[in-house]
Structure formats: C-alpha cells, structure tokens
C-alpha cells in the first residue's frame, strides 16, 4: 500500500516564526487532507488540497502531485498552533485514508 | 466544529466487557468512517460505510464490528475489550462514498480499558 512520510519528526519554534512542514508519498493521490490534532485531542481540517495551492489566514498548503509531495506552511506561528500535524491521503485504488506519522510542533511563547 | 458529532467523550470499562461508540455525520453526509488512534499504530482506518452498506474495511478486529443505520448515524461495537483496545477512535463523514471526497472528523471517543 501507500507508504507517507512527514519531516520533520519534531519542531520546536519561537511565536512568531515560520516553519515548513512536508509529506511524501510513495504513490498518486485521490485525496490529500492536513490535519491539526490540538492537545485535547481533536483533529481538525486544514486543508484539504489533492494538488494546487490553498490559503487560509496563516496557513498555506501546496500539493506537487507529480512530485508525490505536499508543503503546509505556517507563518507567524502563536502557542495555540502547538499540537500534532497529520497528513493523510488516498491512493488511486483505495476508499480510505493512510496517515503519516505526523509533526509534533511545540510553539513556546 | 466539523459537524459530525459523537458520544461518549470519555468511556472507562474493563477488560472483557463489551462497548458502544456513536457517531452522527454532518447533515447530508451519506458516508461514515471509523478510525482509531492508538500510540502504538498511529490513526488507521477500520471501517467505511455509505448509505447503510459497508463499503471498505481496514485493519478492524473480529472482536469489532459497526453498523450504520437508515438515519445515517453509525455504531461501533467493541466486544471482549482487551487493554490493547485502549485508543481514541474518532469517526468520519463525507457527502459521498469517493475517495475524492474531503472528510470531517467528529471530535472522538477516548476508551481506556482498565
């Protein structure tokens, strides 16, 4: 099946900076989401971006589908950004998602 | 708020006994997911189902099992409950049964057995 990495593994930032976080994945994609899971627990939708470019206020997302890789960026990070990153994607032959193992981000203020 | 709700929050049982989690789906969303998170797997998928069909399974022990009714809201049984089983299992929902479709997660049950 699909194999998904996501670099790095841990990430510990200033408020106020910016940081990249990227997914690989080994095959073509129906389905691309990113994911935030807060410390309570809940993972809440980002974006969801199979290819192209989004933005949502201090986040971006990019998806090079050809290449097999995505790019979520924050900018400006605040403590509240803290949590887990989780990438999760489709392939062309199944029905449901494959996580990578995720980013943990620390943002200390 | 994604939309998709589900109940418990918090479940304590023991090993042995026998759980129901329930998730209802976002309005119009035919197609409910169930996936668990546990620290030593990560989040997988278990079971899929659309319009009260099961359409994909995963990685769902035979000890589980789900169900998802004519209002769309879906069950998740958990029998023999073994402290492995300990995870937070969150449910899905999409408009259709597409791969294509985005997913919204609800706010997840977290089990720990005891």
């Known amino acids: 099946g699909i194999q998904v990495e996501q670099s790095p593994p841990d990430l510990i930032l200033q408020e106020g900076a910016n940081s990249t976080l990227r997914c690989n994945f080994s095959d073509s994609v129906n389905n691309l989401q990113w994911f935030h899971q807060n410390p309570w627990g809940q993972l809440i939708n980002l974006f969801y971006?199979?290819?192209g470019t989004k933005q949502n206020g201090r986040l971006s997302a990019t998806t090079v589908a050809t290449e097999r890789y995505s790019l979520l960026y924050i900018s400006s990070s605040q403590t509240t950004d803290s949590g887990v990153y989780f990438c999760a994607v489709v392939d062309n032959y199944g029905q449901n998602f494959v996580f990578g193992p995720g980013t943990r981000l620390s943002v200390l203020p | 708020d994604s939309g998709v709700t589900q109940t418990p929050k918090h479940l304590i049982t023991a090993t042995g006994q026998r759980v129901t989690l329930r998730c209802s789906p976002r309005?119009?969303?035919?197609?409910v997911y169930w996936y668990q998170q546990s620290l030593d797997q990560g989040l997988q998928f278990l079971i899929q189902y659309y319009n009260g069909e099961e359409r994909a399974k995963g990685n769902i022990l035979e000890r589980f099992s789900a169900q998802q009714f004519p209002d769309l809201h879906s069950e998740l049984n958990l029998s023999s409950l073994e402290l492995g089983d300990s995870a937070l299992y969150f449910c899905?929902?999409?408009?259709?049964?597409?791969?294509?479709?985005?997913?919204?997660f609800g706010p997840g049950t977290r089990l720990t057995v005891l």
């Open positions: 309005s119009g969303d035919l197609s």
């Open positions: 899905a929902s999409s408009v259709r049964t597409s791969a294509r479709n985005e997913q919204f």
């Open positions: 971006i199979p290819s």
